[in-house]
């Protein structure tokens, strides 16, 4: 059974950070794209981006483009998250997912429970 367990989230102000970890179990992703999605009140789940295992390039929102960075420990089969300059906009439900597909739109097989990120300002 796969499991991704995401850990990390809370609240800090504006221009803080925070980084999200999700570690996988069930299986090994090293050779499948992971990454994350969003979730605010009100709207519907958004692609903050991912990550993949070749010469693929890390995909980032337009949104989060230069504050946040994703990577990835193999070894650990674990994603991160590493958000800076966090605004209260990026106020919303992080979730983890692997095995994500990008056509025709992009959605994941696998997803975490989700873990929220409050930014004050």
């Known amino acids: 059974q796969v499991q991704l367990v ?15 970890s999700c570690a ?5 992703f090293s050779r499948a794209r992971m990454g994350w999605f ?10 903050v981006g991912f990550i993949s295992w070749g ?3 890390t995909y980032y929102a337009d949104s989060v483009k230069g504050r946040f960075t994703i990577s990835r420990d193999n070894a650990k089969n674990t994603v991160y998250l590493q958000m800076n300059s ?4 990026d106020t919303a439900v992080y979730f983890c997912a ?9 959605t994941a097989t696998y997803w975490g429970q989700g873990t929220q990120v409050t930014v004050s300002s």
């Not at 995401?6 to 999200?20: D, F, K, N, W």
């Not at 969003?38 to 692609?47: F, L, T």
């Not at 692997?98 to 992009?106: E, Y």
Request: charged share 25%; glycine share 18%.
């Open 38 to 47: 969003r979730q605010a009140p009100g709207k519907d789940r958004e692609v």
């Open 55 to 57: 010469v693929e390039p």
């Open 6 to 20: 995401e850990s990390g989230g809370g609240m800090v102000q504006a221009g803080g950070s925070l980084r999200l």
């Open 24 to 28: 996988a179990s069930g299986r090994t």
């Open 86 to 89: 966090l605004k209260p906009e």
């Open 98 to 106: 692997a095995g994500l597909s990008v056509v025709p739109t992009t």
